[in-house]
Structure formats: C-alpha cells, structure tokens
C-alpha cells in the first residue's frame, strides 16, 4: 500500500519504448493524516487559551485648582487600607476611626463590603495601598468593588495619617 | 468467516484537516519572547483585551518598568520621534530591529547599544527597567510619543502579583500626569471559588 511505484521511471529513455510498469498509485495517507491532525490540535490549543483578560479602570484626573469639589458626609466614607504581608484594614469615617483587620477572601473584606453598602447607600470607598502592598492586593480589591457592585469608590494615595492609624490599632 | 474491513477514502477528512490546519497557522500569531515573565493576578473581570493597538507596560515582580507597543510601523515612528527628542538619530538598521523586538526595558541612553546587540545576547541579559522616576521619567516619554505614533493605542499595565504597589502607582500617576486616565490592567481568569 506504502510504494510508490517510480522505480524505473527515470531510466526509460534509454531503452526506447520500455513503458514504466504501471502500478497502483495509491500512498498510504495515514501518517501524513497523523501529523496533520498533530497540527491542527496543536494549533486549536495555542489560539483558544491565549487571551488575556483585563480590568478597566478609569482614574479620575487631577483636579485643577479652582475646581469645586462634591462635599461628602464623612459618615459615609469607609476607608480601606491595604498593608504590606497582604493584610487589609477597614474603618469607618474620619474622626476617631476604629480600625479594623479583613483579609481577602470571601468571607473577609466582602463581607464587610456588603454589609456596609446595605447599611449606607450612599457609600464612598476610599482605597489607599501603602507602597508595601502587592499589585495583586490591590487588582483583588477592585475585584472586590466589582463583586459588592460599589458604585462609587477612589484609589487614593495614603497619607501619613493612616500608616499611623494602621500601627496603632496593632491588630 | 474472515472480513476484510472496507477500505475507507480519507481524502474528504484529510482534506478538512489541512484546511483547519491552514486556517489556525495562519491566524495564530508568535508569541514574542518577553523579556521577563509576569505572573498576574487574578480577577473575576471578563473583558477581553483587544489584540491590535495596544501599548504594554509591564511591571515584573523586582519592580522593573518595561515598555511595548505591537505594530512595526507604530515602533519605527516612535523610535525616531524618541531619537529626536532625545537628540540620538538612529540607523535604519537599528529602526528595523526595534520594529520587530518584544518589550524593552533599558534606559534611552543606552538603547544604542541594547540594539546593536545580536538576538541572542539581547535576550541573555538583564534589563534594568524603563526610569520611570519623577527626577527622570522617561516612561512618560515613550507612553507620549508612543501615542502621538499611533493615537488609537489603548494602554494595558500588565503587573506581576509580587510587584510593589509604589511603582504602580508610579506607572499610574505618570499617565494621569499625561492625561491618560483610563487603562486596563491585564489579569487572568479567576481559578476555582
């Protein structure tokens, strides 16, 4: 079935009339069908698992001076602090905070989100990450926005005042 | 009795598989070998990046500073508007090799060099990152140019789970200072939960 009958092709000028012996043509396909297939899987697998997702996020941009600035009740201003070692911390307002410890699963700083976005509908997240903290803390908390759906939060720079409220509460 | 199984014509099949084969080559593009390799986080978020132009920037997990653009032209054009604007005029060798290059994280002082060098040993060394410092932003520069090449660039931060919030906040704070204030971050599928 594999041969491919050209044996004495090439010679025939010589002998004059000597027909080459016709035989079948037929070439065994099966390997030729096994690397075609290798390709096609090959390449099915390359295309298909090579898309990156990502997050869009649009910062808002620096305010110029003389811009009025919305006023917002600070009862309704919940800070979340992102600390190095992959610790969050959450509190409440400005004045006299109390600092509390989350982490990042379900079950941590979700919770808390939730529970406060059903408390006070008008919440505004307030994210500040310290210069220690992973990027990863900080893609997981704006995960963590776009599953409690919060509808109004900033990324802030952190200011001394948290680093200091952080290390007091000690937690 | 003894059968002989039925000689089956796979000329169709065939013909089908190298059709799917041809089709897939050709729209499968090479990944360009990075000069590092990022491991980023996470995320439940499902947009797709778009695969045409896009400007990268990736942040790797020693918190160096790489800059990438896809589209050949778009390269060649920025990397004379780079030249010009740093007073260094580059060869058309060096602008066809930077043309097909992967991302690069050298400073622009020592580009020269880092294109003169072969495929090779570009890809052996250790890049030392894009100064992206207020003191020498340069970051600032290639995101400018890179736009004024190509004004249809949309610009992706790719991160790696491990680098320091400080120099993504310095990648961020550079484009807000260039009015540049919507980008998307690359992550990957969420795994399990």
Redesign the interface.
């Known amino acids: 079935m594999a041969e491919l009958a050209s044996d004495d092709g090439g010679k025939k000028k010589k002998g004059g009339k000597v027909r080459a012996k016709k035989s079948s043509t037929r070439i065994d396909m099966t390997p030729m069908v096994d690397l075609a297939f290798l390709l096609l899987t090959f390449f099915v697998m390359t295309t298909t698992l090579n898309k990156p997702q990502t997050m869009e996020i649009t910062m808002p941009e620096k305010p110029k001076p003389g811009d009025e600035m919305p006023e917002i009740n600070e009862k309704n201003v919940m800070t979340v602090v992102l600390g190095d070692d992959n610790k969050v911390y959450w509190y409440m307002g400005i004045t006299d905070p109390v600092v509390e410890k989350a982490d990042y699963s379900a079950t941590g700083i979700r919770k808390v989100l939730l529970a406060k976005k059903a408390e006070l509908p008008k919440l505004v997240v307030l994210i500040k990450a310290m210069d220690e903290s992973k990027y990863k803390n900080m893609v997981d908390i704006m995960d963590e926005m776009n599953i409690s759906t919060m509808q109004r939060f900033a990324l802030v720079d952190i200011t001394d005042t948290d680093v200091q409220l952080v290390k007091e509460a000690q937690l | 009795m003894a059968r002989i199984a039925p000689p089956i014509d ?2 169709p ?2 013909d089908l ?2 059709l ?2 041809t089709f ?2 050709l ?2 593009t090479a ?1 360009p070998d990075e000069p590092v390799t990022v491991d ?10 778009p695969e045409n132009n896009v400007m990268t920037i990736t ?1 790797d997990k020693d918190s160096r500073v790489f800059f990438n653009v896809d589209g050949q032209f778009t390269r060649a054009e920025l990397l004379g508007k780079i030249g010009e604007r740093y007073g260094i005029s580059f060869t058309e060798e060096e602008t066809k090799t930077f043309a097909v290059i992967s991302s690069i994280g050298v400073p622009i002082g020592s580009l020269k060099q880092f294109l003169a060098l072969k495929p090779e040993k570009r890809k052996e060394i250790t890049q030392p990152g894009i100064p992206s410092d207020s003191a020498q932003n340069e970051l600032a520069d290639w995101v400018l140019q890179a736009r004024l090449s190509n004004p249809k660039l949309r610009i ?1 931060i ?9 120099t ?2 310095k990648v ?1 704070n550079t ?3 260039r ?1 540049v ?9 969420e795994k399990g ?1």
């Open positions: 796979m000329t099949m065939v598989a190298f799917l084969v897939f080559m729209t499968a990944i980023t986080p996470s995320s439940v978020s499902e947009i797709k990046l942040i992706a790719k991160g790696d789970r491990d680098a320091n919030y400080g993504v906040k961020i484009m807000i200072d009015k204030n919507r980008f998307n971050l690359i992550t990957n599928m939960s």
